[in-house]
């Protein structure tokens, strides 16, 4: 099986059940949440053999992140500690106009002070490819060093790079974000950003497809994704530019789509899949993810088959 | 009161909470689901008392069948055993294009032993209607049988014989259910079938008006109904041709719909009402059952009155 | 900080979980239910010190009435009593044609017997607006009189008065209403009414631009506000008609949308809002009381003036 | 099989989940809760075709009640009607020294006019047993009129009279109590009475073998069964007096505990047990409710057995 | 109404249903939790005008704990601020061996940087009784330095003062606390402290009794009060001793007890009461604590009143 | 890390909350719930390397199972089929008499035809210690053949064997569980049994510590050991004979108690602990177990030792 290695927080995710306020709510609801993880969860269902680098807390919280983990197969690599906390978050989700409201509490969280020494970097080295955020270089200094220690160990290590822009504004501003991250594009190989992140953090403000050939143009990544929201996604790879529409789906759990498009393709790819057919991989495992409570994709090759089958029979009739 | 009496499979229905998927679920709904005793629950609600026959484990999960139906008025008829199972299946349900995912696990049920012989026919005799659907004969070639013996001994009582097709892809093919079902047919009074199992088990092609009145011209049916899906239903009945439109309905819960369909169609027949009359008001109670939870149609006939009387003023207005 | 009093019934309100029939419930979901107590929730989370009078019984269901409101920082002011019951409802919403059933359950309530001389009117003489609805005088021949009664204490104590017609045809016929309300209508200063309830009871029957002004025009009002269900307001004040668009919203919780608005305008007029101002805060206020389960606005300031901005944006562009 | 029919009031009691306050509880649990249907219920369960009159208002909360009572198979036989309303009791459940709160909310209930005339005393002709409690006369003089008309009217058709004192001491007083049920103990076969409302309303001091001998010299009964609380019951029949010890048993869900022992003692005593063997069934039918939420003894002629069994055996041991 | 003001720290606890570990939990139950809120809540609840100061994120999570304090009627007085943010814990409950486990994330919270200077001392200053505890200046340098200031504010304002030492291992060494409190005790004119912290930080190894006289002897207190667990309490007051065993209760819920002890203890002072009198109905309120969920002392002065009377009862006899 | 293979059948356990019955129940707790996966999960949690054999079908709810599973670490090695079912069981907790209900619902399950051919044996050969029960061999014909083969694979790759005898009196008879398990014992090293099923079975009917030393003295097993239900255990080892004291616990969650023993005691043996080091700690599991909701032993190596250490205390003191 085709390894893939993730590095990033995961957050518990306390949400109040069904559109209740967090003000007035009697339970949460909880849920591990977070980029990385999410990515690994979804390629790990998918048929890669997945693990998760971080720094979790010696306790039950810190325990609740890792069964949340591992129920989906997903091995994690981490290093438990005394110091530090479980960050967390709060969600609250409704129609407009309240919308979905998130209050990070994330602050001091154990992760913040992971270094490459302490990891397990042995896992970035067999894997096949290697996947961070732009969320983990956010978080402070030091792991926006690991960051970037661990994209170049991946390197040497003729692991394949994979980074998702995945812009933050809680965590910074959209400066901070361009200058740590164009640091890091040179280490990449495989580059994902939304198209609205590209304008704001990366000031390419043509089309999708404008915006992952000008990507392309200036850096040397083996593939450029854009994604488009509900949209579907563009990629650029090897000079040739694939369009890829969504695949219609209800909106009910939109968190964790975009990870969910991005462990579908990498799945698909690391499994032999071309540049299109890991993009459709995506775009599937994004549309099922919208229906699926919690951050994780809870999706089966099957399933993914499925939709993809019945999205190319709709266009087809 | 007009007596209405039914035979077939009641299972217990799982299902996870909202979309939860059952993979990562906590807790199981537990509902009871069988064809035959959703027309029960929907006919006695509306006026008819109704009865189920069939055969049960002794057991906890049996005894919970039967509070189930007994809860809304219905009379259980069944041979308690040692012997067999109580089937169940799970219940997935989401938004496109997760969809809804059903798993049975009715394999081994007590009831695939039952036959006439053992079965409380007495109240086939007394009943004015017995009903039955093609699920029935598809589980067993003991029910097969069963089927079969019970609507001859209505027809000998003078008991008039409804029938619904019910074509279940995961039971048999179309062509074991047609070569059973067609045998059954000379032995029914008023059929009913969805439009699709009319092409997919009967090969009739045509529109629903074309599939009724070909069904009544090839058979001696009192009456012959195809419902459509969302889009209502055509009855054929001495001669005249009825169309009836669907009552418009969000879909938050249809499994279970055709069966509220027929029990209302059989409920308005029973109390006096014209074929056009029960057409709509199955139609009706057929839109309020995908508003309610479970399978069961938990409706009253001033809620059933109430939507005709707005689908009509909808249409007059 | 300004100050409103208000006056009339809160019911514990009592709705199965989801979609649920009260028919299959195993649990009921509890919320206090009042329209004057749910103008006073949406304004003291909006800034104003807002209070409750009323007459509850003493004991744990009237206690479950106190602690709801006291949670959103509403101070009530109640006699509490041996005599006569906590009223409740029994709500069930589904989507058509199942619709929202209501069962009252409100006969021989504490309130009752409430009279001007038992409540603690301070606090209506210290407000700045005094508010009731015309639910109040329908519940009891001693409530009309007092609704009166407190109504002319305020004009004595130069408060500012608010009503709120609120028809309830479960209550009394618009007759009764009409000859009623009529008598009250020389004691108000703010008048509110939903266009339907004007034609209903008022027997106005034209546009509500025309009704709003014909209301004006017959009468010695501060302010007229006809609200048009999800389509917006329309006020008479000073001799000027203003007209407000409906904020666009989801429904899935509509009851107390109305009690939001005038919470909203009224607030916002106290905390020195145009009219024209407090029609839109009041808007945004329903709009995201739709969003909301139970009866009770949970907004904050920010939230509406986000909702304002989202919806005159969408406008603007 | 032998025939029960009963007659009373029945409630819906709210009851927040676990120890949770009423004043607190988000939620509510529902269970249909009354002297009569629950010894209908545990009687039909345990072997007798049980039935239960009454007068119910035509709403959803009534027919909750219905459904509640059907689902044990008791067959209501019921007056539905426009006036009046469904009673609620509020029940919270904790530890001492919090204990047990009970707060009726009964007052206006429906059934409080139910007079012979209008029920359909057929059911209680043609019975075996007639069964009704103190509590029933105690709810409004039309009801104590009623009461002593259908025993009367049970003891012309030669249907034995059942009768379990059953003081509630938030009804009326002991005088009141005396007064009414002196009258009616003429009327009763089977007198059912614990020890301590012996002793509150009969003004019996002594110990129960004592109290049952005095009430047998005393009037004119087939059986006097006295209950002891979780110390078993004596009866004296034919001269003969026979004690019962209780069945050991935990004590979570105390409440019915008293009808469930009178519906098992009746469900011997029709199916041909003695009076010892019907103490004993009672007593263990008892120890089983004790163990289930609800008001219902929701029990198996096995269970009952099962527990006599272990009850017998841990004596003889 | 007498008038008590507390400051301290309120968490957000968050416990899995029941005794379901955090690490499988799928929700956890909210509730407000903080040692010197829940005095105010336990006070105000019976009958003294409680306030609470402190500091709060501007957030969902922040807003939960003041509708939570709200909800019993305690007003808060708290600066809102963007910094820092709400603290909270997790809370395992399980039969031994595996026990309560607490697992605090309280690092970071807004609340340790208030100082005097910012909060709204006012209330403290019209207040009767300021009360704090020794978790107070345990959680951060800046919160020592504002405990000494606003027990000295007291001072000068004439407020009594009272403090409970509340030693917390999690937080601080003994000496730590020992070293800083012993500062403090100057200040404080009703003491609290239970055996066993007396012991591990005040060194006073002597019986519950001994440690009262020694504290009484060695510091300038108006009333020493030693608590003991299960055991009930002890008091030295103006020279004399007094000894108040503990009310029976179950232990379900027991967090909290020791607040609801020093809640009644002061609201009965307030309110006239003498200290053994104080004595009496504080362990009557730690007993009903131990019966209801949730930290707060859901109590009413009737059931502190019932719970005295049982429990005086069962010693008389 | 040491390593542990293990094969067996796992159900789905579908259990009402609480003491709910079956037959009212609203919705059923899930659980993952079988012997030697139970055992696996012990281990693993206490750091050993585990994992299961099993086939499972391809299905929504074997994926539940799969999901539970690993969430505690366990890596589950099973064959995925078409064929078969997902066998579940009922399960009904109450007080005395009621007690606790076990329904099966097994039959027909996927494993029933595992074969040793098709199971991945390689993760047996590779372990230092395979470990099957006496419930495997009692579930078909196949799966008696397939346990001897196993057992005998593993000899031969020089695995210790480890075998509980868990007689299922609702899966065989004494009688054929003795003559399958006989020829068993050969092939084990390590053989546990508890004394009630040492008599029932085997016939022996001594002490605990004799049955130990007879089943010694017959037999070539490494280590014997017999628990004594809540009173510990027993073992002989290397002609020593050892006894263990259970740990005192709480008893709301027993099932799964004796393979929380298994676990406990393997883990200790797997990581270098002396025979009475490893009763101890199985001691302590099992004790924690009875705390858990649930089949799985939800400890910690650290809970495991602080049960460990209070209960030496316990008795030190």
Chains 1, 2, 3, 4, 5, 6 share one sequence.
């Not at 990891?119 to 490819?129: F, H, K, S």
């Not at 661990?150 to 998702?164: G, H, I, N, S």
């Not at 403000?205 to 083996?222: C, K, M, Q, Y």
């Amino acid at each position: 099986m085709p390894e893939l290695a993730t590095f990033g927080e995961t957050m518990l995710r306390l949400s109040p059940p069904g559109d209740e306020p967090v003000e007035t709510a009697g339970t949460f609801e909880v849920h591990a949440a977070g980029a990385e993880s999410n990515v690994a969860v979804a390629a790990q269902r998918l048929g890669v053999e997945s693990t998760w680098l971080s720094k979790l807390p010696e306790s039950p919280p810190g325990r609740r992140v890792l069964a949340a983990l591992r129920q989906h197969g997903v091995e994690p690599a981490v290093v438990l500690t005394e110091e530090g906390r479980q960050g967390t978050y709060y969600l609250e989700s409704a129609d407009p106009p309240r919308g979905r409201t998130v209050t990070y509490d994330r602050e001091g969280a154990a992760v913040r002070t992971a270094t490459a020494a302490e990891l397990p970097t042995g896992r970035i080295e067999r894997a096949d490819v290697f996947h961070t955020t732009g969320i983990t270089p956010a978080l402070s200094a030091t792991l926006a060093t690991t960051t970037a220690d661990l994209l170049e160990l991946a390197q040497e290590a003729d692991t394949t790079t994979a980074f998702d822009l995945n812009y933050r504004s809680k965590l910074w501003s959209p400066e901070a974000a361009r200058e740590t991250v164009t640091d890091l594009l040179d280490l990449v190989d495989r580059f994902v950003v939304a198209d609205r992140d590209a304008e704001r953090v990366l000031g390419l403000t043509g089309s999708p497809v404008e915006t992952a050939e000008r990507l392309d143009a200036d850096h040397d990544f083996e593939t450029v994704v854009v994604t488009r929201g509900d949209e579907g996604a563009v990629a650029v790879h090897d000079g040739q530019t694939h369009e890829q529409p969504a695949v219609p789906a209800g909106n009910a759990h939109p968190v964790g789509t975009g990870d969910a498009f991005v462990g579908g393709y990498l799945a698909s790819r690391l499994q032999g899949g071309s540049v299109p057919d890991a993009l459709a991989y995506g775009t599937a495992t994004a549309a099922l993810k919208r229906t699926v409570p919690g951050d994780a994709a809870v999706v089966t090759p099957a399933a993914v088959e499925r939709a993809l089958a019945d999205a190319t029979g709709g266009i087809e009739r």
